[in-house]
């Protein structure tokens, strides 16, 4: 019997690895496959059946509620409208009386956001309006039910007005039937009372009580309990985010498509240009144009699908021209429509004004992003799989022999014994803690694969340990939900509860996790979570979960508890101490708390090196900064081109990994030509150069929200040429990059946006904005801007590791704007720790202004001492030929430096001044 299913494993193993030309979308769902998906999709515009009952209108502090009837069913729901601090409003429905309650979802928010009181200004029978701050309001209809969110006069968001409003109740099966059979007494013939509810028509449509998708079957023990809204942006003609999609960075209308749909799935060689569900979702959405940027996050956690529609996007060619010709055009609006299959509605509505407030508005809310340790934005080596410790020494050694640095390496499931996570294959890896000993003596770490799916097997003490505690998710029968995945048959522990969270992290000490070392860190896969044998190759949503709740309730936030459980787990073996790294491919709103996500089973082709700039760009704007791509490509194998402008790209993405499936060939750069391993190797060192600006964008994140890799609108957001622009985009505020993403590339042209000037980051060469600019992109270059009126800190010398330059010096590039002005920041610390939270730290600020460049701390409470110092100075744009470049400062005796002037190129290059980073100075230049 144990061969028989040992066989049928590996032969469900080796169908779902086998080549194919792309993903099967038949094992996945399209709308018209998911039965709450089409019941929402089918409702007609302004039939909405609710009405706000303004007569039981309350209001305290900062909470207005009213109860809003379905008059379809008579079923009462109670609307909340929360007035938060900080330009957010909230807006919460929910049953009054449901007959059981409904999933809220938890541990998403960082804490209960701070209430501000509402002033009512008017109220009728049919309508209120309340103001929060004097440029917010909100205006509310009672029927149809409608609530409009107003910014400095002016409607930038409405709720419900196409009418679209949907929320099933829960009840039981034949519901309305009881009620017909409810004595003269009003009580049911059992004697049990019931409320007087009409009957819904719509009761028993398809797939309402059970539904079956392919040979799975869905119990839907609560029957249906959809929800849904739509939200229109007047005003508006772009909206971005609501990741994850292989599609373009401005959602586009999905009225002849399937709407977007936020479902965690494993995906492998996913189509682009395409809506359906992959890895991650974040039901957050941005509204852009050039007056003001907007947001809204629907705060759920199950299956959700997004339609968007637009009066500019669905015009016809002809009706954009009789437009144009009559000389009139109607105000651009996008409107959305929202349903999720379960949970209620609760609905953050982010006010901006500008892109980094919304930014700021999302991470109060749902946590600033974690700052990574500065291994993490170093340069990482991955393969499915580095066969045994002999091969990783060998490609550390080759790294060493061909002068190329790098961080990390890392080891998929065959290091493990039998796919047992948290083991090692003693043939393989017999002294595991020599080997990564080995890679730390150079300052460099190891990643292995530790995923959330447990070999079903007795003597696993992993399975054993999780059985005895009651820790898997059961079926929904009650007894241990069984699924295949990479071990064979396997359990799953269930992360949302705090105590298997807490128990995972245990686990991971070196004391359990044995034959590892502090210097071991973690990869997150397959947690969506990804089973074979399951409905869409996750879990069946009839699952039972903690507390009760279905898998369908919780679906789109478990790869968010395995990342959270490894993440806390990594800090607790440390005491504390140190700064965890967990890369996780499932992710939602939140996950940015925890470490660095990626873009999953990408291909070797030009197509997904291109697609894989707007996937970075929309995630990064739905509030994780620290993301990624595979580089060359998971699937196939890459031509040498392509694998060296993939690595030119990725250098310039904030996470920076190169990983390759088992069946590809072995692309290590030193396997490629010659020419092509010295452009990797180039633009590998320029990473390692730009690490000190990097970092310090990153603390920023940390510390505010705002992204990293940023499209070019929020640098330029009144430049509508930027609004939909996805193949280039900038590095912070400083660096604008444009991959060369299409095969035999010799020129590339560049947008540079912006009445100031840019400069070439190899020539130096001066640009004016707005242009197109065309420059060669030689096999070795990759087009990169530096934007004038910034300083960008770097580290020139060449090093094996990050970790080796910690007390490098530095050289300051300072480029002057049209006013001969530039700014920048330096974020040091010792990179790995969390003692910067206690102030061992410096922040500094440079301001280059009338002649002189000078640096001050940005806090004066820190106490961090550094062994850098400032080893150069360029300076480009400088006019005029100074005669004479001094030093001095409090702490610093005056001096006069060395300087070099090319008129050419109005550059100016002082040498070795020689002062320590952490003190204030100044250097003139007269």
Not at 136 to 164: C, E, H, W, Y
Not at 214 to 228: A, M, Q, R, Y
Not at 536 to 564: P, S
């Amino acid at each position: 019997m144990k061969s028989v299913v040992l066989f049928l494993v590996v032969l469900h193993v080796i169908v779902f690895l086998s080549t194919v030309e792309a993903v099967d979308k038949g094992n996945f769902k399209t709308c018209d496959q998911s039965s709450f998906c089409k019941r929402n999709r089918a409702l007609e515009e302004g039939s909405s059946p609710f009405v706000a009952m303004l007569e039981t209108f309350q209001v305290s502090g900062g909470v207005m509620k009213v109860d809003v009837m379905n008059t379809k069913t008579s079923v009462l729901l109670q609307l909340e409208l929360h007035g938060l601090l900080g330009n957010m409003v909230r807006m919460k429905i929910n049953e009054i009386n449901p007959a059981q309650p409904r999933y809220e979802v938890p541990d998403v928010l960082i804490a209960e956001p701070t209430k501000q009181s509402w002033t009512v200004t008017k109220q009728d029978t049919n309508n209120m309006e309340a103001t929060l701050t004097k440029d917010i309001s909100i205006a509310l209809s009672s029927q149809p039910f409608r609530v409009d969110v107003i910014m400095k006069g002016n409607v930038v968001t409405s709720v419900n007005s196409r009418g679209l409003m949907n929320f099933e109740h829960v009840r039981a099966k034949n519901w309305a039937q009881k009620l017909e059979d409810k004595d003269e007494n009003g009580e049911q013939q059992d004697g049990e009372p019931v409320d007087e509810v009409k009957e819904d028509d719509d009761d028993d449509l398809p797939g309402m009580w059970e539904e079956t998708f392919k040979s799975h079957h869905d119990s839907k023990p609560n029957g249906p309990t959809s929800i849904g809204m739509d939200f229109s942006f007047p005003g508006y003609q772009y909206v971005y985010g609501i990741p994850e999609h292989a599609d373009t960075m401005a959602l586009k209308t999905t009225v002849n498509t399937d709407p977007y749909r936020l479902y965690n799935l494993d995906v492998f060689e996913y189509e682009l240009d395409n809506p359906m569900a992959l890895y991650g979702s974040v039901p957050y959405m941005i509204a852009h144009n050039t007056a003001q940027t907007i947001g809204l996050f629907w705060l759920n956690a199950a299956e959700t699908w997004i339609d968007i529609s637009s009066n500019t996007a669905d015009k016809s060619m002809f009706g954009r021209v009789l437009e144009f010709v009559k000389g009139d055009s109607e105000v651009p609006q996008v409107d959305t429509h929202w349903f999720s299959e379960s949970g209620i509605i609760d609905v953050f509505f982010l006010l901006g004004p500008s892109s980094d407030e919304v930014f700021s508005q999302y991470a109060s809310l749902t946590g600033n992003p974690s700052l990574p340790p500065l291994f993490g934005i170093a340069y990482h080596q991955c393969r499915w799989n580095y066969n045994d410790e002999q091969d990783v020494k060998n490609v550390d050694m080759n790294f060493d022999e061909h002068d190329i640095p790098y961080d990390v390496i890392w080891l998929d499931i065959e290091h493990t014994d039998g796919k047992r996570y948290m083991t090692w294959d003693k043939n393989k890896f017999p002294n595991s803690i020599e080997m990564l000993d080995h890679i730390a003596a150079k300052g460099r770490k190891m990643v292995t694969i530790v995923d959330p799916h447990t070999k079903r097997d007795s003597g696993y003490k992993l399975y054993q340990q999780g059985k005895d505690n009651d820790y898997f998710v059961k079926n929904k029968d009650s007894n241990e939900y069984e699924g295949w995945c990479w071990p064979g048959s396997s359990s799953y522990l269930d992360f949302t509860r705090s105590e298997v969270r807490e128990w995972w992290g245990n686990m991971l000490s070196p004391s359990e996790y044995e034959g590892t070392t502090m210097d071991l860190f973690t990869w997150n896969d397959m947690n969506e979570p990804s089973v074979f044998n399951g409905p869409e190759v996750t879990m069946h949503k009839d699952a039972i979960h903690g507390g009760g709740w279905e898998h369908r309730d919780v679906h789109n936030i478990f790869g968010l508890y395995v990342h959270k459980a490894t993440a806390d787990g990594q800090i607790k073996r440390s005491d504390g101490k140190e700064r965890p790294f967990v890369l996780s491919r499932a992710f939602f709103a939140g996950s940015q708390r925890y470490g660095a996500i990626w873009t999953g089973d990408n291909m070797a082709e030009w197509s997904h090196l291109k697609a894989s700039i707007p996937m970075l760009l929309s995630i990064s704007l739905a509030g994780i900064p620290f993301i990624g791509a595979d580089v060359g490509g998971f699937f196939r194998n890459p031509d040498s081109e392509l694998l060296t402008r993939w690595y030119q790209a990725g250098a310039y993405q904030p996470f920076f990994r190169a990983h390759a499936h088992l069946d590809s060939k072995r692309r290590e750069p030193w396997l490629l030509p010659a020419n092509n391993m010295a452009a990797i190797r180039k633009v590998i060192r320029e990473r390692y150069a730009l690490l000190p600006y990097w970092y310090t964008l990153f603390y920023r994140a940390h510390k505010t929200g705002i992204p990293v890799m940023r499209p070019m609108w929020v640098e330029f957001p009144s430049d509508e040429k930027t609004f939909d622009m996805e193949d280039q985009y900038m590095i912070g505020d400083a660096l604008l990059v444009k991959p060369v993403t299409t095969a035999g590339t010799t020129h590339q042209t560049t947008y540079l946006p912006g009445e100031d000037v840019w400069y070439d980051l190899a020539t130096y060469n001066k640009l004016k904005g707005p242009s197109s600019h065309t420059a060669t992109a030689a096999l070795d270059q990759i087009p990169v801007y530096q934007r004038g009126g910034t300083i960008i800190p770097r580290k020139e010398r060449v090093r094996r590791s990050s970790s080796l330059t910690l007390d490098d010096p530095y050289t300051l590039t300072v480029a002057l704007d049209n006013q001969g002005l530039a700014r920048g920041n330096l974020f040091i610390d010792d990179g790995h720790s969390f003692d910067y939270q206690a102030g061992n730290m410096l922040y500094r600020n440079f301001n280059f202004l009338n002649n002189v460049l000078q640096s001050r701390t940005i806090d004066y409470n820190v106490k961090f001492t550094t062994r850098s110092w400032l080893e150069r100075v360029v300076i480009v744009g400088l006019k005029t030929k100074p005669n004479a470049v001094e030093l001095s400062g409090t702490l610093i005796d005056y001096q006069k430096l060395d300087f070099t002037y090319t008129p050419q190129s109005q550059s100016l290059v002082i040498r070795k001044p020689g002062v320590n980073m952490g003190e204030d100075w100044k250097i003139t230049l007269s």
